[in-house]
């Protein structure tokens, strides 16, 4: 089982910026897709971003298209989501996720 840990999530005011942060094992990283879902309150998870293990290929869903950024350091077997213009409804817990395995989330809340 592939441990996964999420940092970097916090408080933002509308139109501002974070990143965040998940690690995982170098295999895993090198095998796998590494994707970030996110959960509202009262809402399903939802896949926000992924990146292809494969080509470094990105899939967006459309909320967030133009606004977040996936990218990988490979040396540091990390994967990163930049989220500039962040909006209320970007409020959630978002969670890291390589092949079958989660992290445990981290709290993103934007306010108006």
């Known amino acids: 089982q592939v441990q996964l840990r999420e940092s970097g999530g916090g408080l933002a005011q509308a139109g501002g910026s974070l990143r965040l942060s998940c690690t995982t094992s170098?295999?895993?990283?090198?095998?796998?897709?590494m994707e970030w879902f996110r959960q509202a309150p009262g809402k399903e998870r939802v896949l926000v971003a992924a990146?292809?293990?494969?080509?470094?290929?990105?899939d967006y869903a459309d909320s967030v298209k133009g606004r977040f950024t996936i990218f990988k350091d490979k040396a540091k077997n990390m994967v990163y989501l930049q989220m500039d213009n962040l909006k209320p409804e970007d409020t959630a817990v978002y969670y890291c996720?390589?092949?079958?395995?989660w992290g445990r989330g981290t709290q993103v809340t934007v306010s108006a």
């Open positions: 990146i292809r293990g494969v080509n470094d290929d990105t």
């Open positions: 996720k390589s092949g079958t395995d």
């Open positions: 170098a295999r895993a990283f090198a095998l796998y897709n």
